[in-house]
């Protein structure tokens, strides 16, 4: 297991279908394969009524990272635990590959780039992938865990105050909350993307009204600054926490071998202190 340095949608399509292949056996290959190609269009090109999504950092790429380690994750629990059956699997990898589409402007949209809805992009991707899911004839029971689990990929949701459907569900969305982290957080471009971070967040809170010297962070070199702090918090009272410390099944090979996400976080952390002099 690595943590490539560029990934490609056709990299991590082939990833997940020769990892759930393996696991499962038969399972819907094809609307994964369909789910992979619509993403990629909505995020680089005009797709019916939406423009392409333009966020520096909640690009293309970072769906990506946090879908490749989420199919790695569930691969080893289900593998570990047996708890996780294949439908549940494909709720999981459709949530976290639809869960940043509220970044999307419709084609009348002209302002901003889409930091605009950084507050509400949850709840506008949960809008979308209920019109795009039942468009695709799911059950209304499966969208409504998709809609779910996208709110788990919020670090401000209390996860223990969701109304999760069932046990798995509950997993699941620990699962891709742990994921979103690890995913964006070990991407070896991580530092050079704070500053795309720091500008959809500025744009967040002009389209609020909010002042400057109310801002949290009044430069990009103010935010990636305060990151490894963040790390501390994120890994004790969130991953180690909230999610049940669910990263351990990311070690390679399990259960005590190295844990490829970590330590890359671990790295970028320590390359943000030894540029801010800490």
């Known amino acids: 297991m690595k943590i490539d340095i560029q990934l490609t949608p056709s990299e991590v399509l082939q990833e997940t279908l020769t990892s759930l292949t393996d696991l499962y056996g038969a399972f819907p290959s094809d ?4 789910l992979f190609t619509d993403v990629e269009q909505l995020f680089t090109a005009s797709w019916k009524e939406y423009q392409r999504i333009d966020s520096g950092y909640h690009d293309l790429e970072h769906t990506l ?16 635990t047996g708890n996780i059956p294949v439908d549940k699997c494909m709720i999981g990898i459709t949530a976290m590959l639809l869960h ?4 999307l402007k419709e084609a009348g949209d002209v ?13 506008r991707s949960c809008q979308f992938a209920h019109k795009y899911l039942h468009e695709k004839d799911w059950l209304s029971v499966d969208v409504l865990s998709v809609e779910t689990l996208i709110h788990c990929t919020a670090l401000n949701t209390h996860l223990n105050k969701i109304s999760f459907l069932d046990s798995v569900d ?12 690890l995913g964006q957080m070990s991407d070896p471009a991580y530092i050079k993307k704070l500053y795309f971070l720091y500008e959809e967040l500025r744009e967040a809170d002009t389209f609020r009204g909010v002042e400057d010297k109310q801002r949290l962070y009044q430069s990009p070199e103010a935010l990636i600054g ?7 918090h994120v ?17 390679d090979p399990y259960p005590n071998g190295n844990n490829p996400y970590i330590q890359a976080i671990e790295a970028n952390m320590q390359r943000i202190r030894a540029l801010v002099g800490v």
């Not at 890994?235 to 070690?251: E, G, I, S, V, W």
């Open 31 to 34: 609307f994964i394969g369909q």
């Open 65 to 80: 990272r946090a879908t490749q380690c989420l199919v790695r994750l569930l691969v080893s629990c289900q593998r570990e």
């Open 111 to 123: 302002a901003g780039a889409g930091g605009q809805y950084t507050l509400a992009h949850q709840t």
């Open 235 to 251: 890994r004790r009272d969130k991953l180690d926490n909230d999610y049940d410390a669910l990263y351990k099944y990311l070690a």
């Open 100 to 103: 940043d589409m509220g970044f």
């Open 226 to 232: 305060k990151t490894p702090g963040f790390w501390i």
């Open 170 to 181: 509950e997993i699941l969305g620990k699962a891709i909350a742990t994921a979103n982290v």
